[in-house]
């Protein structure tokens, strides 16, 4: 690896893919709260939304930085308040550790010498040279770290959420057309 850092962010279709979930999960809250009386006011639900989605794109904001140093997860200066990176030296690291997840993933930690583990990001665009540089900077054998979701079932996951946003537009329509809104 050169002098010059290498960046990864997270896929395009993740952050496509999660953002519209969000939004299609939270956006007719609002006028579902109108329609019915429910007892949760419409504006504290946009406002609930808002910070929400705020959130969201504050996570979705993550670049892993590989330089001759080492490892850097970090995020924009505006997210420091919501999510903390961490930084891991080449000669920091001792192995690559898998741990099966609650869903029966896996996911693989960076173990350190002073034996802490730091997860590896593994829904950034360009993964598999990730891995390669993590493997030619290390010495660790990453021929079987694999991404924890492929990129099919982000597809299918979108395909879903664009349908369910037509089921909310109609939704939406249709409480705009009672005149209950």
Same mark, same amino acid.
């Given at each position: 690896?050169?002098?010059?850092?290498?960046?990864?962010?997270? =896929?395009? %279709? &993740?952050?496509?893919?999660? !953002? #519209?979930?969000? /939004?299609?999960?939270?956006?007719?809250?609002?006028?579902?709260?109108?329609?019915?009386?429910?007892?949760?006011?419409? =504006?504290? %639900? &946009?406002?609930?939304?808002? !910070? #929400?989605?705020? /959130?969201?794109?504050?996570?979705?904001?993550?670049?892993?930085?590989?330089?001759?140093?080492?490892?850097?997860?970090?995020?924009?200066?505006?997210v420091l308040g919501f999510r903390k990176g961490w930084a891991i030296a080449w000669l920091d690291i001792k192995?690559?550790?898998?741990?099966?997840?609650?869903?029966?993933?896996?996911?693989?930690?960076?173990?350190?010498?002073?034996?802490?583990?730091?997860?590896l990001p593994m829904r950034v665009s360009g993964f598999s040279r990730l891995v390669a540089e993590v493997q030619?900077?290390?010495?660790?054998?990453?021929?079987?770290?694999?991404?924890?979701?492929?990129?099919?079932?982000?597809?299918?996951?979108?395909?879903?959420?664009f349908l369910l946003m037509l089921v909310d537009s109609w939704t939406i329509f249709t409480a705009i057309s009672?005149?209950?809104?």
């Amino acid at each position: 690896m050169s002098n010059n850092p290498t960046i990864f962010r997270i =896929s395009p %279709l &993740i952050r496509i893919t999660l !953002i #519209g979930l969000y /939004i299609s999960l939270t956006i007719p809250l609002p006028f579902l709260a109108e329609v019915t009386s429910a007892p949760v006011s419409p =504006s504290f %639900l &946009i406002a609930g939304v808002v !910070i #929400g989605f705020v /959130i969201l794109y504050a996570v979705l904001s993550e670049r892993v930085i590989l330089d001759d140093e080492g490892v850097k997860v970090v995020y924009p200066s505006w997210v420091l308040g919501f999510r903390k990176g961490w930084a891991i030296a080449w000669l920091d690291i001792k192995a690559l550790k898998p741990r099966t997840t609650g869903q029966g993933g896996l996911v693989y930690y960076f173990l350190s010498n002073d034996d802490k583990g730091y997860l590896l990001p593994m829904r950034v665009s360009g993964f598999s040279r990730l891995v390669a540089e993590v493997q030619a900077k290390t010495g660790i054998d990453t021929s079987d770290v694999k991404p924890l979701a492929q990129p099919w079932m982000y597809l299918i996951l979108l395909v879903f959420t664009f349908l369910l946003m037509l089921v909310d537009s109609w939704t939406i329509f249709t409480a705009i057309s009672l005149g209950k809104i």
